[in-house]
């Protein structure tokens, strides 16, 4: 074989391991940027609210036309590492005139007791908690409120006020008319609002440790048969 075709045999053979070599050398490193950003995403904070809704289920701490709500949430830690939620506060997004408009919000476990802030989660742990908001009402369920606390022992847990108000004044706390389902023999079954319903609703923001702020939307009622548990 000439010796000028050889060479150019070892030419191409040579540009062909390079080529190879490079293409493998991009692929690696492909490979290790895409999976050293998942594990950076996969580090990054996260907190999933997952079921928020209203429950009945806390003390009302009635005090003339100003009482407590309380909503049940599970925060999930959707990240595998530790994170600690340092503060806890609740916006009106109703604001209505003479309405609490902002303030701390306070956790409690699911049987009624207080969760101290700050608290942890670890890494892909959930915890049901209870959000409680100081809600002030007015109109007919504030005269409603006042009557029920002034001339008998007000009910302590939030749903027994409700089903007083509901039985007493046909209202909701956002001042939704409701109206009984009832059997032939008159008990009462069920209650339901209008199609078209006015809702109370409060923004909650949790903050972490790292500084990460966490939103979510709680409201009252979620639907036209909505009662409390």
Not at 65 to 76: D, E, G
Not at 195 to 201: D, G, I, P
Request: net charge neutral.
């Amino acid at each position: 074989m000439p010796e000028d075709k050889k060479k150019d045999n070892k030419t191409r053979i040579r540009r062909w391991i390079i080529t190879a070599l490079s293409a493998w050398a991009a692929a690696v490193a492909g490979a290790c940027a895409f999976f050293s950003c998942q594990a950076t995403e996969w580090n990054v904070e996260n907190i999933a609210f997952i079921d928020p809704h209203p429950t009945g289920k806390c003390d009302s701490l009635l005090a003339g036309a100003t009482l407590t709500m309380c909503w049940s949430v599970t925060v999930s830690n959707a990240r595998k590492s530790r994170l600690t939620v340092v503060a806890a506060t609740w916006e009106n997004m109703d604001s209505p005139p003479g309405d609490l408009l902002f303030g701390r919000v306070h956790i409690l476990t699911p049987d009624g007791k207080p969760v101290p802030i700050p608290f942890s989660l670890d890494g892909g742990e959930g915890k049901e908690i209870m959000i409680q908001i100081p809600v002030h009402t007015s109109g007919y369920v504030a005269a409603a409120l006042n009557d029920m606390e002034q001339h008998q022992p007000a009910p302590l847990l939030l749903s027994d006020v409700e089903a007083h108000l509901f039985a007493h004044a046909g209202l909701d706390f956002a001042g939704n008319k409701v109206t009984p389902t009832a059997t032939s023999e008159g008990r009462v079954t069920a209650w339901k609002r209008e199609r078209r319903f006015a809702k109370l609703t409060r923004l909650v923001v949790l903050k972490t440790g790292r500084g990460k702020l966490f939103h979510v939307e709680l409201t009252y009622p979620t639907n036209a048969n909505d009662l409390l548990d």
